[in-house]
Nanobody
Framework: QVQLVESGGGLVQAGGSLRLSCAASGRTSSSYAMGWFRQAPGKEREFVAAIMRRADSTYYADSVKGRFTISRENAKDTVYLQMNSLKSEDTAVYYC??????????????WGQGTQVTVSS
């Protein structure tokens, strides 16, 4: 079992930045790929970014490429999402996720509780 706890959400003006963190724990947490998803009001949850276990590969949704950066510190079992040039359409609850490579970008088994990000225009 893997436990994920997000932090770092909040209210920011358009054009600003936020950094989300996700602390993982559990017997095999360091062996999984990690990802971020988000869900805006009235919309389905969508993939945002993912990073492989050795941090040698990253993946991004087209909507955030060039603005968001995912990274991880395996020694701390923590993954980050640096969000720059935020737009009002980035407003959503952001969820951390973990699973094997084949699932982390589509249907991961492990989820955090979510953290709210609100971008004011």
């Amino acid at each position: 079992q893997v436990q994920l706890v997000e932090s770092g959400g909040g209210l920011v003006q358009a054009g600003g930045s936020l950094r989300l963190s996700c602390a993982a724990s559990g017997r095999t947490s360091s062996s999984y790929a990690m990802g971020w998803f988000r869900q805006a009001p009235g919309k389905e949850r969508e993939f945002v970014a993912a990073i492989m276990r050795r941090a040698d590969s990253t993946y991004y949704a087209d909507s955030v490429k060039g603005r968001f950066t995912i990274s991880r510190e395996n020694a701390k079992d923590t993954v980050y999402l640096q969000m720059n040039s935020l737009k009002s359409e980035d407003t959503a609850v952001y969820y951390c996720a973990a699973d094997i490579i084949g699932l982390v970008t589509t249907n991961p088994r492990y989820w955090g509780q979510g953290t709210q990000v609100t971008v004011s225009s």
